[in-house]
Nanobody
Framework: QVQLVESGGGLVQAGESLRLSCSAS????????MGWYSHAPGKQRTLVAT?????????ADSVRGRFTISRDNAKSTVTVHLQMSKQEHEDRAVYYC????????????????WGQGTQVTVSS
């Protein structure tokens, strides 16, 4: 199973920026689409942004224009970043990295993998 390791959460003031990162080894499994989800207190886990292997991205309306998702496809590691700018109090949540893992042999879908979650707190 693919293991995703997240980093970069923390405390930030409203209007400031924070960058999240998530890395996975591709030595055994292929990684297709990746993304970030947020889980705010009392709410359901919500899609924030996604990115395909070739860099096509989508965003939730609430973050479009403020957040940027990017991806580094190295030889044996893939890393996805979420640059969070102009942060708002409503961005406070635990952020989870997600990856679409595939068989290296035939590309068959093996399931979604989740990171451990990283807390983002935005102070007023």
């Amino acid at each position: 199973q693919v293991q995703l390791v997240e980093s970069g959460g923390g405390l930030v003031q409203a209007g400031e920026s924070l960058r999240l990162s998530c890395s996975a080894s591709t030595r055994v499994f292929r990684i297709n689409d990746m993304g970030w989800y947020s889980h705010a207190p009392g709410k359901q886990r919500t899609l924030v942004a996604t990115i395909t292997v070739d860099g096509q991205s989508t965003y939730a309306d609430s973050v479009r224009g403020r957040f940027t998702i990017s991806r580094d496809n190295a030889k044996s590691t893939v890393t996805v970043h979420l640059q969070m700018s102009k942060q708002e109090h409503e961005d406070r949540a635990v952020y989870y990295c997600w990856a679409d893992s595939r068989s290296p042999a035939d590309g068959a879908y093996l399931g979604g993998a989740w990171g451990q979650g990283t807390q983002v707190t935005v102070s007023s």
